[in-house]
């Protein structure tokens, strides 16, 4: 069995930072892509950043320059570092990861972004 845990989400001001981290643990090997995606409501799930084994990323056009994602393969660890936010970021943010062609989802956490 696997679990999928996010941390680090909560309320913070317009311009403010937030750092997000995800640990996988549990019968889980070579994850191959670990990506953050987020919902706000009344809108569809949209992908925010990923990155794969070998450390390529990508990220949503709005999310450039703002957001960055890395990992810790060691630990399973993907973490999506937050700055410049803006209220428009207000959502749920999911963790996902990809393993053995099998998706992994956390069940998200809040960020509130207050103007």
């Known amino acids: 069995q696997v679990q999928v845990v996010e941390s680090g989400g909560g309320l913070v001001q317009a311009g403010g930072s937030l750092r997000l981290s995800c640990e996988a643990s549990?019968?889980?090997?070579?994850?191959?892509?670990m990506a953050w995606y987020r919902q706000a409501p009344g809108k569809q799930r949209e992908l925010v950043a990923g990155?794969?084994?070998?450390?390529?990323?990508n990220y949503a056009e709005s999310m450039k320059g703002r957001f960055t994602v890395s990992r810790e393969n060691a630990k399973n660890t993907v973490y999506l570092q937050m700055n410049i936010l803006k209220p428009e970021d207000t959502a749920v943010y999911y963790c996902?990861?990809?393993?053995?062609?099998?998706?992994?989802w956390g069940q998200g956490t809040q960020v509130t972004v207050s103007s």
């Open positions: 996902a990861l990809r393993s053995a062609r099998v998706w992994y």
């Open positions: 990155i794969g084994a070998s450390g390529m990323t």
């Open positions: 549990g019968s889980i090997f070579s994850i191959n892509y």
